[in-house]
């Protein structure tokens, strides 16, 4: 796969990115330490993690906590961009987050994007202790985060006064800099908060017919907000299943049904295929204004898919 340049040094930029977002169940640190220098030794730009305490029905599998893989996983790679696909802003004090995201930033040498979301998996919530309020009401939260945030970052002491967060003359050093921030989800007030903070707006997998709809919305949005549309850029989750000939295809799709089983449909939300019907699916995204797609593979990131993916699908794109 030939190199791109990384994602958090260089947006916005339409020049399309492919990333590899690996779900942490059933990864010890050896196995994920050896999946990501195996992702940036394959060329891709990016390695996202999933911020969950388990992975959605598979409860009695280990899960590695996101921020500590993540941080971890900044000292031994040299390249890759990093980040959550994505935080929970329900599950830590939007101040904590700003000041985690700050140390990271420097820890890995500016190869952080921040990505957040309003959260949604309410048994996670109860499990943990978490009160699970309404769509609108974590959305509020996360609106007030972000700004709360961008003010921690750029203010020498930050005051912020809302219904659910606040600030008194808070400190923030070291200063991230430029730390772009990834907003993952489809809802209309998720795309104005997009619209209004985001670098990155990444559209999650179940939500992938709707992608001109969102996009359209995402453009007006900007347009209200008197921002430039193309300042953002349009990712995508997608679920890849690829093998080099029809038996691979057959074989790789069976493992991936018997992995995937009710996460998502293999006949409507998978590009399943040969290398070339897998990218002629992924060009139609494309076409539609994606330059980041965030690739998660059916098996949950095998060697083999990711392999595979690089060497036969990427050249393609």
């Not at 640190?29 to 305490?53: P, Q």
């Not at 995201?101 to 890995?108: G, H, N, P, T, V």
């Not at 005051?159 to 991230?176: D, N, T």
């Not at 029809?246 to 089983?261: I, P, T």
Request: net charge neutral.
């Amino acid at each position: 796969m030939r190199r791109r340049e990384a994602l958090s040094g260089s947006m916005p930029s339409k020049q399309l990115r492919l990333g590899v977002f690996l779900p942490l169940v059933g990864l010890d640190w050896g196995s994920l330490l050896a999946r990501a220098r195996l992702v940036e030794r394959l060329g891709y730009d990016s390695l996202w993690l999933d911020d969950h305490f388990w992975f959605p029905g598979r409860p009695d599998e280990a899960h590695l906590e996101v921020w500590s893989a993540l941080c971890a996983l900044a000292t031994a790679t040299a390249r890759l961009t990093l980040g959550p696909l994505v935080l929970c802003q329900s599950y830590r004090s939007p101040g904590l987050v700003a000041k985690m995201a700050a140390s990271l930033a420097a820890i890995s040498g500016g190869r952080l994007v921040l990505g957040l979301g309003a959260g949604w998996m309410a048994e996670e919530y109860a499990a943990y202790g978490y009160r699970f309020p309404s769509a609108r009401r974590r959305l509020d939260e996360l609106a007030e985060a972000l700004e709360l945030m961008r003010r921690l970052w750029s203010d020498e002491r930050a005051s912020f006064a809302g219904e659910h967060h606040s600030l008194r003359e808070a400190p923030c050093v070291p200063k991230p800099g430029r730390l772009p921030i990834l907003l993952g989800g489809a809802s209309d007030r998720l795309l104005d908060l997009a619209a209004g903070y985001a670098d990155v707006w990444n559209c999650p997998n179940p939500a992938w017919r709707d992608l001109a709809q969102k996009l359209d919305r995402l453009r007006r949005c900007c347009e209200r907000r008197g921002r430039d549309p193309e300042s953002i850029v349009a990712s995508e989750q997608v679920i890849v299943v690829v093998g080099r000939s029809e038996a691979e295809v057959a074989r790789e799709r069976a493992r991936a049904a018997e992995v995937l089983k009710t996460f998502a449909d293999l006949d409507s939300d998978v590009h399943v295929g040969t290398p070339e019907q897998v990218a002629e699916s992924l060009r139609r995204r494309q076409a539609l204004g994606v330059s980041l797609l965030t690739v998660m593979f059916g098996d949950f990131g095998s060697a083999e898919q990711v392999e595979c993916f690089a060497a036969e699908v990427a050249a393609l794109l």
